[in-house]
């Protein structure tokens, strides 16, 4: 339950005010989380009045603002097409024009189209106070409670790399049972991430080239039950997507 809110003009504002030891103080950018019903009580810091919206492309990299809304996001010329086709899957029109960039990775779950992308593009989200960049695939098993005070200035995704991304679900309109990212960098290397289950999505390969995909993506699910879904069904799909990715690529 939100019991303060607060729209600093300032970056330095803000930092203090997540700083304070009480209220807990949590950052906003689109409110479609920190506004949803819960016991827990908390003091909102709204970050739309600091700049830090903006999309543009810096050498090799996509620098995405972390309040920068994902329907904007979408709609941007920038925003790799294989991307805004992942942004569509990830929510509807209305939750697309509310939820942030950041806020949406920082929150998300395993079956998140847009965080099993950013994985696979090896994203990093720069960290203020000090710029301090921590890759998405460190950031989540440590997510919890740990940076307390902070609060992300901007995601940088390379804009040198072939990327495709691959799902099945029940319907159309349903989160993926089973979702794959593939991004290949002009080097050879090669990221797979899956989605569909479990607490965030996860890296199955991360290599100097495409050989073992298939492989990799039936280890990384060999524990993936739950009700949605048997482990052997996952391995089996998992596997077909990760090769469909592939073939997308070539």
Not at 48 to 62: F, I, P, Y
Not at 90 to 103: F, I
């Amino acid at each position: 339950m939100i019991i303060e809110y607060q729209r600093p003009k300032t970056i330095e504002a803000a930092l203090k005010l997540l700083h304070r030891a009480e209220p807990v103080s949590l950052p906003m950018g689109g409110g479609t989380v920190l506004n949803q019903p819960t016991d827990e009580e908390y003091a909102v810091v709204d970050l739309q009045e600091l700049g830090l919206d903006a999309l543009q492309v810096r050498g090799n990299h996509l620098i995405i603002g972390a309040t920068l809304k994902l329907q904007r996001m979408l709609e941007d010329e920038a925003t790799p097409q294989a991307l805004r086709v992942v942004i569509q899957r990830e929510s509807t029109y209305n939750l697309r024009q509310m939820a942030s960039v950041a806020g949406t990775l920082v929150s998300a779950d395993g079956r998140s189209s847009f965080a099993t992308a950013m994985l696979a593009l090896d994203a990093s989200m720069i960290w203020l106070p000090g710029e301090e960049p921590i890759r998405l695939g460190e950031f989540y098993p440590t997510r919890k409670g740990s940076r307390r005070g902070k609060l992300v200035a901007r995601v940088e995704i390379p804009t040198h790399v072939k990327f495709s991304y691959q799902d099945v679900a029940r319907t159309p309109a349903d989160l993926p049972i089973v979702s794959a990212a593939l991004a290949v960098w002009p080097s050879g290397r090669t990221r797979l991430a899956l989605g569909g289950f479990g607490k965030a999505p996860i890296l199955a390969m991360d290599g100097p080239e495409t050989h073992g995909l298939e492989s990799a993506a039936q280890s990384a699910y060999a524990q993936a039950g739950d009700e949605w879904a048997s482990a052997e069904y996952r391995q089996e799909i998992a596997a077909i997507l990760a090769r469909r990715c592939l073939e997308a690529l070539k």
